[in-house]
C-alpha cells in the first residue's frame, strides 16, 4: 500500500509540510497519491540510523547478506499487481517493460547474493612473515576490503525499478556491507515506496539492523544537497543528467571530508557506419538502428545518439532508409511532462544549429507526452567547429554526421566528450584498414560494441557500463555487473594480528573456503 | 652528471628565467648546482609530449614494460656514489638510508616489471554467448583493464628516492601504460634529475617513446598547478602535507574534466596501550617507541605521533620511561631549513594549549637543523575538546594522551581523523576485552598493527598504505605495493568483438597464459 510517507528505516514517517504528487504521462494527469517531502530532521534521523545500523551491519556474514539480499527480491515479487500497475502508470512505460524490469532488478539482487554468499569478492590477500629475513625481519600481512560506511543513492527516472530504489547501486551497496538512503526519484515515488516495503519486510525477516535501508520523498534538489553533505554519508550512487550529477559531484568533493560519486550522466553513444557495411547491409542496419533509437522512446543511457560514416552514396541510401523506417514506427510516451518539453526544446535547439537537415521528423500529430521521432544530418567539418552538436538530446532523436574522409572521422571521434558506449558496424575484415578510428574510439569510451546496438545492457561479470566523463564521474568503475560492489569498500591490512582475532576471510584455516592472494598465489588452501 | 635543466622527454631544457637551489642541512649551506624552473611552455610541451608518447606507450606489451622497469632500476643501481653523496647532501639523511631507499626503489621496480611480465593484473573478465538464450540471445563481453594517460607524480620530500622521481607512483603509472610527469621536489632536485637521467637512458635503451617521462623543476606550487589542469593529464600522485595535497585535489575536481587525484597525505598513527602490557613490558615498549618516534628524525608518514592508554600507574611509568629513553638518542638532521622551523612552530603551538605537560624535550644545544625530540601528554577530556591537539607535528614528537575509562579511550578514537595506521599494544587475550576500542581504530585506519610500530612500510601484496581522509584523498586505493597499479587504469569491454581483433588478454586462444574469471571462473584455460 502507499501511503506517501518516508521510510526512516523501519518507520514510516511525515514529518514534513510540502507534499507532491506523481503523474501519469499515458493520461496526462495526476496520479491518486500524496508524498510528504523529507524534512532535515527525518533526513538527520535517516542518516544517523543508518550510521548505528552499519556498526552492526558490516559485522554480518555474507551468508546472512545473502539471505537479506534474496528475501528483498523474493518481497519485490510478492508485490504482485501493484508494483506493475503503479510503475506504468508512473512512467508511461508498458507493462512488458515493467515485468522485465522487475526481473532484471531480481536477477541483480539474486547475482550480488551469491557474490557475498561465496565471499572471495573481498580481495583477500596474504603474505606471511618471513623472521629470518635480513636486515630486517618480514611481518605477517593480511588485507581484505570492508564498506565505506552508509551510502546515499540517487534513483534513474528512466529504470524505476532497475537503477532505482533496489536497483544496482543498492544492491551491491548492501552486498558490500554499507547501508543505504535512497533519495526517491519524484517522478516515480509510488513505486519506490512500494519497493522500500519490500525491503523492509526483508530486513526485518531477516533481523537486519534497523536504519540498514530509508526512502526519503522529495520533488526537489535540497534533500538530496543535505544528505550528500552529511558527515556521515560516505559514498553517493547517482544515475541522471549531467547537471545533476556534476552537482552532487562538486558537493562530494567540496566537504571537509571528501567522499566518491559514482554518477553515470548523459551518453550520445556514437556508432560508427563502415563503408562496406552501409552498402551490403545499409538497410539492414537502417532498421536495426530505426528500432534502437526509438526502443523505450529513446530514454536510454545507451541510446545511439551520434550516427558517424563516410560521405557517400552508401551513407545516402541509410540516412533514407533510416529515415523511412523510424517514421514507420508508432511514437510512444515520455517519462513525465518535464522530459517532454525538455526534448522538444533540445530538438528545436539543434534546428537552430547551421548545417543541419532534418532527414525525419514525425509530425502527425500525438497524443500528450508522446515523443516524435526525429533523424538530423550535418557534415562532419559543421560538426567539428560547433560543440552544441555534441550535445545529448534525450529521447527519440540521432544525429548523422557525414565525414569527408577517415581522418576527419577520427578527429570527430577524438573531440567527443567521454561516452558509455561505442559501435563499429563493418564487414568482415573490413575493419582492419580502421585502425585510429577503432584506437580513437576505445580511448572515449566503457564499451566496444561490434555489429549491435548500444542499447541492451546485459549483467555479468564482463560488462563496464561507464566510461570517460561526462558518461560517468570515475570511468574506473561502473553500476553494472559484480564489480559494481568495488565501489563501496576499502581495503584495510592486518599486520602480525593474533589469527583467531582476524575477521574469518583472513583466518589461516580459511574457514569460508574464499579463494585468496596467498603469497603471490591465488589459492583456497588453509595457511 | 646534474645539469639542473627539466627535462621535456629525452631533451635537457632550461628555457626558464627563474633558478634555485637546493640546501644541505647537515651543513647548513646551499649546495653548489643551480636548477631552472619549468617556464609555463616547458610544462606544456612535457605534456603535450606525454600524450603523443600514450598512444604508442599503451600498446606496449607487458613484456617489453617490464624490460623498461628493469632497465630504470638497473641504472638507477648504474648511478652509483654520485646518487647517494646527492642524496645526503639533498636530505641530511645517513648514507646507510640513502642505500636502503635506493634497494627499496628498484626493489619496487622490479616488483611491477614482474607483475606486468605476468600480466594477469589487467583484471581479465569474459563471459560467452548463449546465441539461444531466451527471450534474448546473450553477446560475447570480454572486459580489461587499460591506462588511462599521462600522470603527473609530486614527489615526496621525506622519501627523495621510494616515493619521488621513479618512486611508487613512477613505478606503477608507468607499469599501467601511462607516462609519466613528474614535478621534481624542490629540497632534492638535483636527486630527482640523476634519478630521471637513469628513467631517460633506460627509456632510449629499451625503445620507449619520447615523452614517456619528463621532470620539471619548480621551487613553487605555480608548475604543479598548472599540471594538474593540463586537459591531458588524466591522474595524479602526491606525497605530501594535507595543505599541499587537498590543494591539489580541489584543482582536479574543479577541472571540467575531474580527474582522480591519489593523495597520501597526513597521519599521527594512533598507538592504543592496553594495561596489561604496560604493566609487563612498559619498559620494553617504551625503548621501542623511543626508537619509533625518532626514526629518521621522526620525518615518517607512520610515525607513532600519538599514544592513548588509560590512565594509572602503569602509563606514568611508562611515560616516565619513555621520555627517559627519547631524550637518551641524538638529535638528528631534519630534511631542509623549512621543515625544521615549522617542526619547532607546531611544537610551540602544542606547549600553549591547555592541560598539557612536556614530559622530555631535548634542551642541550644542537647543531642547525637538528630536531630536538619531545614528548608531552595530556588527558583525554582535554584532548577530546581541543581539536588543536590532534594535528600532526612532523618530527621526533609524540603525545601520550591518559584517559580515564575504556569508553573515553573508545570515543576518542571515534573523534579522530583518518589515519594510515592504529596499533594495539596488548598481553595475549587482554585485547578480547577491548572489541569497541579495536572496532572504533578499525574504523579510522587503513592498517592495524599488532604489538608492533607503525614506522617501516613493507612492500607487499597485502600492504595498505592509506586510510580515511586526511590520510589519504581516496582510502580504497593505496600507494605501496602491487595493488597500487589499480590507480592509473579503466575496465573497458569488447562486445561481439571479432576474436583477431581483441587485445591478447581476452583473445579465446589467451596466448599471454594470464588468469581471466571466465563465465565466473577463474582460469588460464583457453575458450
Given at each position: 500500500m502507499i501511503t506517501g510517507k518516508n521510510y526512516i528505516g523501519n518507520h514510516l514517517s511525515a514529518e514534513g509540510k510540502e507534499t507532491f504528487k506523481t503523474f501519469n504521462p499515458q493520461l496526462n494527469i495526476e496520479t491518486?497519491?500524496?508524498?510528504?517531502?523529507?524534512?532535515?530532521?527525518?533526513?538527520?534521523?535517516?542518516?544517523?540510523?543508518?550510521?548505528?545500523?552499519?556498526?552492526?551491519f558490516k559485522e554480518v556474514s555474507g551468508a546472512k547478506k545473502a539471505n537479506f539480499l534474496r528475501e528483498i527480491a523474493h518481497q519485490i515479487e510478492n508485490l504482485g499487481d501493484e508494483l506493475v500497475k503503479t510503475y506504468c502508470q508512473e512512467s508511461g512505460l508498458p507493462e512488458g517493460r515493467a515485468k522485465g524490469e522487475r526481473?532484471?532488478?531480481?536477477f541483480q539482487l539474486r547475482t550480488f547474493s551469491d557474490l557475498v554468499e561465496e565471499g572471495s569478492w573481498v580481495n583477500a590477500t596474504i603474505d606471511t612473515a618471513i623472521p629470518d629475513r635480513k636486515p630486517q625481519p618480514k611481518s605477517d600481512l593480511r588485507k581484505m576490503s570492508i564498506p565505506l560506511g552508509p551510502v546515499a543513492v540517487f534513483g534513474a527516472s528512466n529504470f524505476p525499478l532497475a537503477y532505482s530504489t533496489a536497483g544496482g547501486d543498492t544492491a551491491s551497496a548492501l552486498a558490500a556491507g554499507c547501508p543505504v538512503v535512497v533519495k526517491s526519484h519524484p517522478m516515480h515515488a509510488g513505486t519506490g515506496e512500494l519497493v522500500t516495503s519490500a525491503i523492509i519486510t526483508a530486513a526485518k525477516k531477516t533481523a537486519m539492523p534497523n536504519g540498514v535501508f530509508s526512502n526519503l520523498n522529495s520533488s526537489g534538489i535540497e534533500v538530496g544537497q543535505q544528505l550528500v553533505k552529511h558527515t556521515k554519508i560516505k559514498a553517493v550512487g547517482f544515475t541522471g543528467s549531467i547537471r545533476g550529477g556534476r552537482a552532487l559531484f562538486d558537493l562530494a568533493s567540496q566537504r571537509r571530508e571528501p567522499i566518491p560519486v559514482f554518477a553515470e550522466m548523459g551518453s550520445i553513444n556514437p556508432v560508427v557506419l563502415l563503408p562496406k557495411a552501409l552498402k551490403k547491409k545499409g538497410t539492414v542496419w537502417a532498421k536495426t538502428y530505426a528500432s534502437s533509437i526509438t526502443l523505450g522512446t529513446g530514454q536510454f543511457c545507451t541510446n545511439p545518439g551520434l550516427l558517424l560514416a563516410l560521405d557517400g552514396d552508401g551513407l545516402d541510401g541509410f540516412i533514407q532508409t533510416l529515415s523511412e523506417e523510424i517514421l514507420k514506427i508508432a511514437p510512444s510516451s515520455m517519462l513525465h511532462p518535464n522530459i517532454h518539453t525538455k526534448y522538444h526544446e533540445h530538438k528545436r535547439m539543434m534546428f537552430d544549429q547551421g548545417g543541419l537537415s532534418v532527414?525525419?521528423?514525425?509530425?502527425?500529430?500525438?497524443?500528450?507526452?508522446?515523443?516524435q521521432q526525429t533523424v538530423v544530418s550535418v557534415s562532419g567539418s559543421d560538426f567539428l567547429k560547433n560543440s552544441k552538436l555534441h550535445q545529448e538530446v534525450f529521447g527519440p532523436?540521432?544525429?548523422?554526421?557525414?565525414?569527408?574522409?577517415?581522418?576527419?572521422?577520427?578527429?570527430?571521434?577524438?573531440?567527443?566528450?567521454?561516452?558509455l558506449t561505442g559501435t563499429i558496424i563493418s564487414e568482415e575484415s573490413e575493419i582492419e584498414s580502421y585502425d585510429n578510428v577503432v584506437n580513437a574510439l576505445q580511448g572515449r569510451v566503457g564499451r566496444l560494441i561490434f555489429n549491435g546496438v548500444p542499447t541492451g545492457v546485459e549483467v555479468c561479470p564482463a560488462m563496464q557500463h561507464g566510461g570517460p566523463y561526462p558518461a560517468s564521474t570515475d570511468s574506473r568503475f561502473g553500476a553494472v555487473g559484480i564489480h559494481a560492489i568495488q565501489r563501496w569498500v576499502r581495503p584495510v591490512s592486518f599486520q602480525d594480528w593474533p589469527n583467531t582475532l582476524l575477521p574469518d576471510e583472513l583466518k589461516d584455516e580459511n574457514p569460508l573456503n574464499i579463494s585468496r592472494l596467498v603469497n603471490g598465489a591465488q589459492t583456497k588452501e588453509c595457511l
Open positions: 491518486e497519491h500524496t508524498f510528504f517531502e523529507a524534512s532535515e530532521d527525518e533526513i538527520r534521523l535517516a542518516v544517523n540510523l543508518a550510521w548505528e545500523a552499519f556498526q552492526k526481473n532484471r532488478t531480481c532527414t525525419a521528423n514525425y509530425e502527425a500529430a500525438v497524443a500528450e507526452n508522446y515523443a532523436f540521432s544525429m548523422v554526421v557525414k565525414s569527408k574522409d577517415v581522418d576527419e572521422l577520427a578527429n570527430i571521434i577524438t573531440q567527443l566528450e567521454g561516452q
